[in-house]
């Protein structure tokens, strides 16, 4: 996934994007880039953060910027490219951050040769840096403004963009169907852009709004003006309320806790389990064990308490032997809490399910008498073209298709799986959970989990209408 933050400010903002960027660290932990605009000149930092936090990697560049007294940065989490990047053409010099997936990228980077348009640099295993793809196609354009607008126009899958430009002019840019958010901020020294609005609190902002799908702004640190307005159009991803999102983020007005709450409290109703405790895979599994305590009565407990100094996010490395060993050690069990209980263990999803299998197995091995799992989200059957979603290089990593070639054959009809209701989705919960070793496994139905993030399931009040993608669930 990934993750920005920027400002423009009158005052020294070093700090406000060395931790509004910190603030999204959660996203991704491959690499790590600062950019800022001072004495005339753009300054840029980018180190592996694969095995150092953010701000380990980064303490002494922060000293160093601090001390330029810069008016305006931006800063990026990434899971793709070595970002910013840093760029001079006929619009100028400007500093570029990323989110998102470049799905049509080896068509882009032809296109463009054969029009002796760009030139492009690329990484050790061949692939050109979506980033530097983006501004070669902005590049293309009379003003930065026209060259943001054609991104959306051409690139397929989702990019969201910020565009630091001299003089403290910031460019924000979310992508076409607002897959992604981007959330403007304002304080009484200037304004900011973000990824997560959980970034904002700490540092001073309040919340402004989010930008609208395909919406292009112009931010100075007096305000924001839209140069592209927003289409009607929204998408926004999700998955984002199930897994990827900070809890105390909001998108379009849809708190990611509350959503996991009132999801844990519908998984509690549809599937009830009589057990002695509730528990969450730490961390995303946690509010959705909370909501589904709190709808059956059933105490939370936590058998397993995660050790987070050290050990990174699991999903993350692409070797999957290293994945599980991750996911292993970071996981500590409790016997105290586990031995002769009947256990629901909430989660997130499950991808490919070997990181469950394993911490099942441990729970019944330390005493559990039964496992009861309960995942936020219906079943993942298909795969993801829009944004970087897991480390997943095909789609039969996933062991719902597994399942499904295994009792249907290579080209099984897939849709028959979608009704929640009918034989051949019940024939493939079952196989997961005797694959896992479960005492029970239940999935959330997709009607519930849309409520539960509009706001709809405790009768309160929806925020502003959002249209939200669920294709890696139903194919939409």
Known sequence: MGGFFGAVSRENCAADVFYGTDYHSHLGTHRGGMAFWAGGVFHRTIHDISNSPFRTRFGDDFAKYHSLDPRAGIGCISDTDDQPHIFLSHLGRYSIVTVGLVA?????????VKKHAAHFSSLQSGEIMQTEIVAALINTQNSIADGLKYVQETVEGSISILLLAPDSVLWAMRDRYGRTPVVLGRKESGMAATFESSAFPNLGYAPVRDLGPGEVVRITPDGASTVVPPRSEERLCTFLHVYYGYPAASYGGFNVERARYRCGAALAKSAPADADIVAGVPDSGIGHALGYSDASGIRYARPYVKYTPTWPRSFMPSNQVERQHIAQMKLIPIPELVKGRRIVLCDDSIVR??????????????????????????????????????????VMDLI??????????????????????????????????ERLGLTSLAFQRLPDLLAAVRGDADGGAEPRGCGLCTRCWNGN
């Open 353 to 394: 399910g070997t990181q469950l299998r394993d911490q099942a197995k441990r729970l019944f091995d330390i005493g559990a008498k039964e496992v009861h799992v309960r995942i936020a989200c219906p079943p993942l059957l298909y795969a993801c073209p829009f944004i970087n979603f897991s480390r997943s290089k095909s």
């Open 104 to 112: 049509n990228a080896s068509a882009l980077v032809e296109g463009l």
């Open 400 to 433: 719902t298709r597994r399942v499904i070639r295994d009792l249907d054959g290579e080209d099984a009809d897939v849709s028959r799986y979608l009704d929640p209701d009918g034989a051949p989705y019940r024939k493939l919960v079952d196989c997961i959970r």
